[in-house]
């Protein structure tokens, strides 16, 4: 049996499967959370219900799932894990599957057309499952699914206990097939691992709060975003690494200071920018990282207004 177990350790020190040429097969990107973090995945497993995250974007509420799923279960994860990406147009039933009616009437009236009015066609043809369908048909005992439902505060405001009724009930019918057919009923053995994330678009539902687990994931501090950095880019001269994470915190700090920011620097940002950094410095090129006008700053002022307010601004 898997031994459900998070300890935060595995992309720590991970390092991807390479094929014989040495190429890495699957690359996962580092994933350091805090102690409070892995206690409440450690909570969610035990009790069995949804975790949800809210934070800054950039925070890495999305990509815990897929971190709990690599150490749960090791490189064959995706076997286990599902991703629910959602929109303001999806519905609860839509994750777990849809059906293709059009495609059915247009193939019977071809059918009739060509005369063969006998014919029975398989209609699972016409079915398409969901990510929560998957989750909760791959979900097993022994192995439960792990499933991340991205940004659910995009969706209209039923969708969230609409969500609810799905999970509760761990147990769905097509009724577009016929009974007897061995997709119609359609129930998980063994509750998936739930992770739900939300930026704060717009407020949850009290009844779907209530049956959650929450974290709220802080800004990574220097100390966390050293290690991430030093993840991605471990050949990085360590000065210049300290000069760049002055630059971005102080970066940062500022945004945060000033009321008219329109859009605060993220973890992703600063990799992309220690990434140009590190590139012209591989090229011998001198960079102003201290200087008055900000280096590089396409990869992290991303409106106008902010690159007026913020790209000159003097490290303090």
């Not at 777990?96 to 071809?110: E, M």
């Not at 102080?250 to 973890?267: G, H, I, Y």
């Amino acid at each position: 049996m898997t031994k459900l177990e998070y300890k935060g350790e595995a992309l720590s020190t991970f390092s991807p499967e390479k094929d014989a040429k040495g190429n890495p097969i699957k690359s996962l990107p580092p994933y350091f959370p805090s102690k409070e973090l892995v206690k409440s995945v450690e909570l969610a497993i035990l009790l069995r219900r949804p975790l949800l995250l809210m934070g800054k974007p950039g925070c890495g509420k999305t990509k815990l799932a897929e971190a709990v799923a690599y150490e749960i279960y090791g490189p064959n994860y995706e076997q286990y894990y599902f991703e629910w990406n959602i929109k303001s147009t999806s519905k609860a039933k839509d994750g777990l599957y849809t059906f293709d009616h059009l495609a059915r009437l247009r193939d019977v009236h071809l059918s009739k057309k060509e005369g063969k009015t006998d014919e029975q066609p398989d209609l699972k043809r016409y079915l398409k499952w969901g990510e929560l369908g998957r989750a909760f048909r791959a979900s097993s005992k022994d192995k439960p699914s792990i499933l991340l439902i991205d940004e659910i505060d995009k969706a209209d405001i039923d969708f969230p206990n609409d969500l609810l009724l799905e999970l509760d009930q761990l147990r769905f019918t097509v009724e577009e097939l016929e009974d007897g057919h061995a997709d119609k009923e359609n129930r998980a053995a063994e509750k998936p691992i739930i992770f739900i994330t939300s930026n704060e678009e717009k407020e949850l539902p009290a009844a779907f709060l209530r049956r959650c687990l929450f974290f709220y994931i802080d800004f990574p501090g220097v100390e966390i975003m050293k290690r991430i950095v030093a993840a991605n880019f471990p050949e990085l001269d360590t000065d210049l690494m300290k000069k760049a994470l002055d630059r971005f915190y102080a970066l940062r700090e500022s945004m945060k200071e000033d009321p008219n920011t329109e859009k605060e620097v993220s973890t992703s940002e600063l990799i992309d920018w220690v990434k140009i950094i590190h590139h012209f410095h591989e090229k011998g090129q001198e960079q102003s990282i201290e200087g008055d006008e900000l280096a590089h700053f396409q990869a992290l002022l991303k409106t106008l207004n902010d690159l007026k307010i913020h790209g000159n601004i003097t490290k303090s």
